[in-house]
Structure formats: C-alpha cells, structure tokens
C-alpha cells in the first residue's frame, strides 16, 4: 500500500531533550516536506526537500532540522526541543513539486513538549 | 503575512444543500490551486485542484472555481452530504518560480459540518 509512515504517532517530552521523528515514503517520490498544524494558524511549512541531499527552508524552520539521505525517508529533528514546539506535525511527499503533484500525507506526529 | 487566507474558521450546511467554501490569495504568481480534506486524527486527503489556466474544473460533487482578476477561489460541495464533515484547506504554488519553488502555501482551514 502507498503510503507516508510517520513514527511515533505520540511523543511527551521534556525541554531540551534531543528527539526525532522519523518520515517514510514507499511511492518513490521527489519531493518531502513536513508541516506542523496549530489551533488557528493552519498548515505552516517547516522545511522541504526537492531531491535527495537537497534541503531548504519553509515558513517556520528555527528549532528544527532534517536531513535526506534517502530518497525514502526525511526524519525531524529537534535538538533542543523548546514548550512552543508542542504542535501536531505532518510529513508528506509528492512526485513532483507539490502544487502540479498532490501531497500524500502521513497521519501525524502530536508532540508536547514540557 | 499570510498568502492565502480562508476568512470563515467554519460553516454548517444540511444535508443536500450546497456547500461553499472560499479562500483568497495575495500573490499574483500562484499559478495552481488545490483543495485538501481532513478528518480528525488522519493527515489532510487531496480532494481536487485547478491550474490558473482554467477557471473551473469539476469531480463528481465536488467543483473549484478561479477567479484570478479577484484572487478568490471557490470549493463546491454539491449535494452536501454528512460525510463531508470535516476540515477543508485551501492551498497554492508558483511552480518553477525562483524563491516560492518547492512551497506550498496553506491557509487555515474552515469546518464544515454537514447536518441531517
């Protein structure tokens, strides 16, 4: 089955404490991105990749970082995970870029951060 | 600042009526436009898009219409049905344009809730 694998689909955490969340996708796809949603504010960008070992910014990337050494995967990290990170966080992929190639999405990542 | 907005945060329609949803936009540049569904606890679904070539396209129940000289988009559910409840975002790229290359633009989304 198509799909974005997303892991954990929970997370509590504490300040400070380094963590990652892993971002799998087994449609051979170009193009990655992760998203976070909060109350009010929509779908902001974090950050987005066009290919592999090419990364770039979004609309809300201080605090995160990622990596694609894969084509399959584009983990989440954040080094220092700070209160204002608790959000719901989402991967996605696209063959192409993502307005002429629609984004599949992963179910989710709830983080909170204490 | 936000490029594309959704100005109603919800809205409710019974069964069988036709439901609107609108979103506008600031950037002139945008040339594709796409509509994405979401049911809590799952990722947003794509539901249905539109090149700035066109100024309608149609899929099943569901049509977008563009407007460009306004910036205003337009998602139709027709006939409305339960299973339509959900949250609805709008979404536009400028494919190939220099700094927007590889964004996505969302905006905040509108609840609808479709009752019997």
């Known amino acids: 089955e198509a799909q974005v694998t997303q892991n954990p689909r929970y997370l509590i955490t504490v300040t400070g404490k380094k963590l990652t969340v892993t971002c799998s996708q087994n449609m051979n796809h170009e193009y990655m991105s992760w998203y976070r949603q909060d109350p009010g504010l929509g779908l902001r960008q974090i950050y987005y990749?066009?290919?592999?070992?090419?990364?770039d910014k979004g609309d809300v990337p201080e605090g995160y970082k990622v990596s694609r050494k894969e084509k399959r995967n584009f983990p989440l990290i954040l080094e220092s995970p700070s209160p204002n990170q608790t959000s719901l966080y989402f991967c996605?992929?696209?063959?192409?870029?993502?307005?002429?190639?629609?984004?599949?999405f992963g179910n989710g990542t709830r983080l909170t951060v204490t | 600042d936000q490029q594309v907005k959704q100005n109603s945060p919800s809205l409710s329609v019974q069964e069988g009526r036709i439901s609107i949803l609108n979103c506008d936009y600031t950037n002139s540049m945008f040339d594709y436009f796409l509509w994405y569904k979401k049911y809590p606890a799952e990722g947003p679904t794509f539901l249905i898009s539109i090149s700035s070539i066109k100024d309608k396209n149609e899929d099943g129940r569901f049509t977008v219409f563009l407007n460009k000289s306004a910036k205003h988009l337009s998602l139709h559910i027709v006939p409305s049905q339960p299973g339509d409840s959900a949250v609805y975002f709008c979404a536009a790229s400028a494919i190939d344009r220099g700094s927007t290359l590889g964004r996505l633009y969302f905006g905040r989304g509108t609840q609808l809730t479709v009752w019997p």
């Open positions: 996605a992929s696209s063959l192409g870029e993502p307005g002429e190639s629609p984004l599949h």
């Open positions: 990749s066009m290919n592999v070992e090419v990364t």
